[in-house]
Structure formats: C-alpha cells, structure tokens
C-alpha cells in the first residue's frame, strides 16, 4: 500500500470512529506512521487572538510515548497553525520459520 493510501485510510478509520487525538496518534503509530500533521489553528477567534490550543497540543505531546519529537509546521503546511510530529519507530515482529 502506498503511503499515501496508507494516510488516507488512517484518516479514514480516525474519522469513522470520531476519535480523539490520544487515539489517533495510538493508530498512526500502530499502522506503522512516522510522521502526522495536528493541526489546532492559529488561535484568531480566541479571546484577545491567542492561541489555546496550540500550548495544551505541545503540552500533551510531550507526554506521549509514541511521540519522538515535533515542530512547528512550514508555511505551506499550515505554518504556526499545525505541529508536525515524529512517531517513534513501531517494533519490528519477526517472522517464525
């Protein structure tokens, strides 16, 4: 399956079942993902236009096992609107002979 399959048929299942973050991310790991884009918004319509999501998202990544690291995305990928996280490598099953 192509990556791009792969993304969309994650998005897919997350959507169906209305997951919650702490879910999705449990998946894309498990589905063997390295990489998902979180987007929580720029935080304009909040009171006084900051951002409240953006901390509490960094906040609870930290302290996710699957997570490796993230970064604020590029501007194409929706800037100080979006995170890009890193998945930890999944475990390797090996095969019986």
């Not at 997951?19 to 998946?27: A, Y």
């Not at 063997?32 to 987007?39: D, K, S």
């Not at 929580?40 to 302290?63: C, D, I, M, N, Y």
Request: net charge positive.
């Amino acid at each position: 399956m192509q990556l791009a399959q792969k993304y969309q048929a994650l998005l897919d299942e997350a959507q169906r079942r209305q997951l919650p973050d702490v879910e999705f991310i449990r998946l894309a790991h498990r589905t063997g993902l390295r990489c998902v884009r979180i987007i929580h918004g720029k935080g304009l319509g909040s009171p006084g236009k900051t951002p409240v999501l953006k901390g509490r998202v960094q906040a609870w990544l930290v302290q996710k096992k699957e997570v490796l690291a993230f970064v604020q995305a590029r501007p194409m990928d929706g800037g100080a609107g979006a995170l890009v996280v890193l998945l930890q490598p999944g475990k390797r099953r090996v095969a019986a002979p």
